[in-house]
Nanobody, 114 residues
Framework: QVQLVESGGGLVQAGGILRLSCKVS????????WGWYRQAPGKERLFVAA???????VHDDSVKGRFTISRDNAVNTVYLQMNSLKAEDTGVYYC????????WGRGAQVSVSS
C-alpha cells in the first residue's frame, strides 16, 4: 500500500523560506504525476503545484514565482521549495498524486507570521 510522509513544515516569519519533502513508499512514484495541496484553517484543501512524470511543472497563480515543485525519482520524493512566504500561505500541506487518488498522509504544518 502506498504511503505518503510529508516533512519540513514549521513556523516562519513573512518573507521566510521553507522546503517541504514528501516521501512516497511503493513502486508507483516514477510512473505518476505528483502534486502539493494546501488546507488553510477552516477551508477546503486546494491545489498548489504539480509535476509530471516528465518533470513539467504547474503552479497555482497564488504561489507562482515564489514556490517551486521538484522531484527526485531515485528516492521517491517530491519537494516544494517555498520562498517569500506570506501569512496567507499558512496551512497544512499535503502531497498526493494528480489527481489525488492515494490515501492522504498527515501533512506538514506551515505557519507564517506577519
Amino acid at each position: 500500500q502506498v504511503q505518503l510522509v510529508e516533512s519540513g513544515g514549521g513556523l516562519v516569519q513573512a518573507g521566510g523560506i521553507l522546503r517541504l519533502s514528501c516521501k512516497v513508499s511503493g513502486s508507483i512514484f516514477s510512473m505518476n504525476d505528483w502534486g502539493w495541496y494546501r488546507q488553510a484553517p477552516g477551508k477546503e484543501r486546494l491545489f498548489v503545484a504539480a509535476i509530471s512524470r516528465d518533470g513539467e511543472q504547474v503552479h497555482d497563480d497564488s504561489v507562482k514565482g515564489r514556490f517551486t515543485i521538484s522531484r527526485d525519482n531515485a528516492v521517491n520524493t517530491v519537494y516544494l521549495q517555498m520562498n517569500s512566504l506570506k501569512a496567507e500561505d499558512t496551512g497544512v500541506y499535503y502531497c498526493n498524486r494528480v489527481p489525488p487518488t492515494v490515501t492522504w498522509g498527515r501533512g506538514a504544518q506551515v505557519s507564517v507570521s506577519s
